[in-house]
């Protein structure tokens, strides 16, 4: 069982989305917007890790695997995750470079 208030929250990426990440804060580097980007990114980190069903729109209830699909804004970034329902569990899914952000249309699949 969950305590309540439940603890900070397990962030889960796959391998390639963390891959992603880098290659968005190396290209923002090059373009001049490292450090915006690298702040978008740690406070998306930490909405997450700490507040996650708080943070973003919730989207889908996926009932059989127990997780609610949320999307979240921060920095002209939307992220795609889901939160399980009883254990203090987040997977990050996609993050998506929205219009004005320096990084949209670029494509981090390298």
């Not at 190396?26 to 980007?37: F, H």
């Not at 919730?58 to 695997?65: D, E, F, V």
């Not at 992220?79 to 399980?84: C, F, L």
Request: overall charge negative.
């Amino acid at each position: 069982m969950i305590p309540d208030p439940a603890p900070p929250y397990e962030l889960d990426l796959s391998g390639s989305l963390k891959d992603r990440v880098r290659q968005m804060i190396d290209r923002a580097d090059l373009l001049g917007a490292g450090t915006s980007v690298r702040n978008s990114i740690a406070e998306i980190l930490r909405s997450l890790i700490h507040e996650p069903r708080e943070w973003g729109d919730p989207i889908h209830n996926l009932r059989h695997a127990k997780l609610v699909e949320y999307h979240g804004r921060c920095g002209d970034f939307l992220v795609v995750y889901a939160v399980h329902d009883r254990i203090p569990m987040v997977f990050m899914n996609e993050i998506i470079p929205l219009p004005n952000n320096p990084l949209f249309g670029q494509s981090f699949d390298d």
